[in-house]
C-alpha cells in the first residue's frame, strides 16, 4: 500500500506522532493546574474517555492525534481537515453544529465532501463524546450539555437480503455496463461521497483503506454492492463507515468501479500468461480443503488463516473469501502474495535498542508499545523505549514460494475450495 515513498514517510511521521504524543486526560488536566478535574473538565471523564477512543479510531488518520488537521492521511487530502483544537475555529461553533457534521459528513452542510458521515455508524451519544473530546482538545472547558434523550445503541442498518441481492444481481447484468450508469456513479465517488478521503482512485485520494485502482480485478460486484452498503454487517469493527447509502447509489458506485480502469496500466492489472493454465479447469474443492488444512502438509495454509471458527490468526479470515474475491486475485494471492498486500497485514520490521530484528505484522499499538504477530503466531510486545527503527515492508508475511512448492493441481484444488467459502444471502459470479 505504501508505493511511494512520500506514502511511507508520511506513515512514518504518523508513527512518530504516536509515539512522542501519547495523551492522557488526567495528565493533561493536572498539567493545566492542577485543580481537581471536576472543576476543569467539560464532561465526565468516562465521556471524554469514549470521545477519545473514537477520535483515535476515526478521526486521527485525517484531523490528527491533537485534532491539528495534520494526519497521515491530510497530505493525499483535496481539502485540508479542519483544525479541530484551535480556539479560534471551535468559538465559532455551537455544540449542535459540530454535532451535526460529525453525523452528517461535510456534503451535507456545503462543506468538503471528504468528510464523512459518522451518524449511520455511531450512537448519538459517541457523537456528543466526540463533541466534548473536540472541545477538550481545544481546551475549551465550557460545559458540554449532552441532550438528556439521546440514542445509546448504534444505529442499525437492515441486512441486505437474499431477494435485494438477486435484484442487483438482475440490475447490474442489464445496467451495469451502461455509461449513463457508470457516469452516475463516478460522480457520486468523485465529488458527492467520501471515498476519496480514505481510497486511492488513480493518484488521487487517501490511504486510509485499500486502494479502489483495482477493484475490478479484486471484488466480485455483488460483494462490492453489499460491503459499501453495510460494512459493519461484515466486520463489525471496520474503521470503513456506513455511509447511508440508497441502494440506487450503491448500484451505480458499484457499476463505476467495476467499470474502472486505472490510468497507469501496470503489469500487476492483469494476470499473468503463465498463470492461465490454473484457472483453465475445475479443481476438486474437497481435495483443497485437506490441503489448505492439512498440518503435516506442506501448503498449510491453516497456520496463518482462519476459516469458520478453524485455523490461525496471522493472516486474514477467509471464511467467505468466495463470495468477496475473483477467482483471479486469490490465484494471484497464492502464486504473488506480495503483489498486493491486504489492508492491515503489511509487513513490519522492528530493530530493538540491542539490535534484534523483528518482523511480523501489527496488530494493535498504544502508549506502551506495539503488539506484533510474528510468522510462526506469536504474540509479541515490543516496548516503545526499546524500539530503535520501525519499517514497513513490501513483501507479505505470506510464504512466496508455493507456485514451486505445489502442484498445478493442487493449486486448482486449493482454488476450488476458497471459491466454496461463501455466504449464502450473497449470489456468487464471477466477472
Ligand atoms: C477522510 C478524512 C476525514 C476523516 C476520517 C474525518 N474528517 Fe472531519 N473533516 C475532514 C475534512 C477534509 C474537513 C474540512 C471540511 C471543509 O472545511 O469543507 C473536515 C471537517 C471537520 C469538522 C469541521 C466542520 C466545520 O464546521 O467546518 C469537524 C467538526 C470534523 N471534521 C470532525 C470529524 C470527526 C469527529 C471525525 C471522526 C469521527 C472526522 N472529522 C473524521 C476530513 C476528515
Ligand atoms: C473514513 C474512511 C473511509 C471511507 C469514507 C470509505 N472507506 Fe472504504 N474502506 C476503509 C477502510 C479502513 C477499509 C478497510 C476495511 C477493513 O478491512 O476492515 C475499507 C475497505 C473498502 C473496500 C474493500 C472491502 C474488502 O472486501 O476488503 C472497498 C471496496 C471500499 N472500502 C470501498 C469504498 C467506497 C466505494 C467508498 C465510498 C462510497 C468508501 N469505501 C468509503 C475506509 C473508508
Ligand atoms: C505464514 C503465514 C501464511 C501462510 C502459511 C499462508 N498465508 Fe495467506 N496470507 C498471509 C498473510 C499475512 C496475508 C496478508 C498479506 C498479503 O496480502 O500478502 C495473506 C493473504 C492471503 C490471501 C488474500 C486475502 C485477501 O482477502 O486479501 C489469500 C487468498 C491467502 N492468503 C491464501 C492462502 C493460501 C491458499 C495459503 C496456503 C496455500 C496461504 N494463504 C498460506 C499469511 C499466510
Redesign the pocket.
Same mark, same amino acid.
Given at each position: 500500500m505504501y508505493k511511494n515513498s512520500k506514502a511511507m514517510r508520511s506513515f512514518l511521521k504518523y508513527f512518530l506522532l504516536i509515539i512522542c504524543f501519547t495523551f492522557n486526560i488526567e495528565s493533561l488536566v493536572l498539567a493545566s493546574g492542577g485543580s481537581s478535574p471536576s472543576t476543569k473538565l467539560n464532561a465526565s471523564p468516562e465521556l471524554l474517555e469514549k470521545g477519545k477512543l473514537l477520535f483515535l479510531n476515526?478521526c486521527a488518520?485525517?484531523h490528527g492525534n491533537r485534532g491539528e488537521g495534520d494526519g497521515f492521511n491530510a497530505e493525499f487530502l483535496d481539502k485540508d481537515p479542519a483544525e479541530l483544537s484551535n480556539p479560534k475555529f471551535l468559538a465559532k461553533r455551537s455544540n449542535e453544529k459540530l454535532f451535526r457534521v460529525i453525523s452528517v459528513g461535510g456534503a451535507k452542510i456545503k462543506k468538503s465532501h *471528504?468528510m464523512?458521515p459518522f451518524g449511520y455508524t455511531l450512537s448519538e451519544k459517541e457523537i456528543w463524546s466526540l463533541v466534548s473530546f473536540i472541545r477538550y482538545l481545544g481546551n475549551d472547558k465550557s460545559l458540554v450539555n449532552v441532550p438528556s434523550n439521546v440514542q445509546s445503541e448504534r444505529p442499525r442498518k437492515s441486512v441486505l437480503t437474499k431477494p435485494d441481492m438477486l435484484s442487483f444481481s438482475k440490475w447490474f447484468a442489464e445496467k451495469g455496463k451502461k455509461k449513463e450508469q457508470t457516469d452516475s456513479g463516478k460522480t *457520486?465517488?468523485m465529488n458527492k &461521497?467520501?471515498? *476519496? !478521503?480514505? #481510497?486511492q482512485l488513480n493518484d488521487e485520494g $487517501?490511504r486510509? !483503506? +485499500?486502494s479502489?485502482n483495482r477493484?475490478s480485478f479484486?471484488?466480485k460486484p455483488e460483494?462490492?454492492y453489499a460491503? =459499501?452498503s453495510n460494512?459493519q454487517n461484515? /466486520?463489525p469493527?471496520? &474503521?470503513?463507515?456506513n *455511509?447511508g447509502?440508497k441502494p440506487e447509489?450503491?448500484r451505480v =458506485?458499484?457499476a463505476f468501479?467495476i467499470s474502472f480502469q486505472p490510468e497507469e496500466e501496470d503489469e500487476k492489472f492483469k494476470i499473468h500468461e503463465g498463470w492461465k493454465q490454473y484457472l483453465s479447469s475445475e479443481g476438486d474443492p474437497k481435495r483443497g480443503e485437506k490441503i489448505f488444512h492439512d498440518p503435516e502438509g506442506i501448503a498449510n495454509c491453516s497456520k496463518c488463516h482462519l476459516v469458520k471458527g478453524r485455523g490461525g490468526k496471522i493472516g +486474514?479470515d477467509l471464511s467467505f473469501v468466495g463470495t468477496? /474475491?475473483t477467482s483471479k486475485f486469490l490465484l494471484e494471492s497464492i502464486l504473488n502474495p506480495s503483489a498486493v498486500i491486504? #489492508? $492491515?497485514y503489511q509487513t513490519v520490521m522492528i530493530l530493538t535498542e540491542n539490535r534484534k530484528l523483528i518482523t511480523g505484522i501489527k496488530k494493535n499499538e498504544d502508549e506502551s508499545g506495539i503488539n506484533i504477530i510474528n510468522k510462526e503466531g506469536k504474540n509479541l510486545h515490543i516496548p516503545r523505549e526499546k524500539i530503535k527503527k520501525f519499517k514497513i515492508q513490501k513483501i507479505s508475511t505470506m510464504p512466496g514460494n508455493f507456485k514451486d512448492l505445489l502442484e498445478i493441481q493442487d493449486i486448482r484444488d486449493v482454488l476450488a475450495y476458497l471459491g466454496s467459502l461463501t455466504l449464502p444471502a450473497i449470489p456468487n459470479s464471477d466477472n
Open positions: 476515526f488518520h485525517c *471528504l464523512p *457520486l465517488v &461521497k467520501s471515498c *476519496l !478521503g480514505c #481510497h $487517501g486510509i !483503506g +485499500p479502489l477493484s479484486n471484488y460483494w462490492l460491503w =459499501i460494512p461484515f /466486520r469493527n471496520t &474503521k470503513m463507515p *455511509l447509502l447509489e450503491a =458506485i458499484t468501479l +486474514p468477496s /474475491r491486504t #489492508h $492491515g
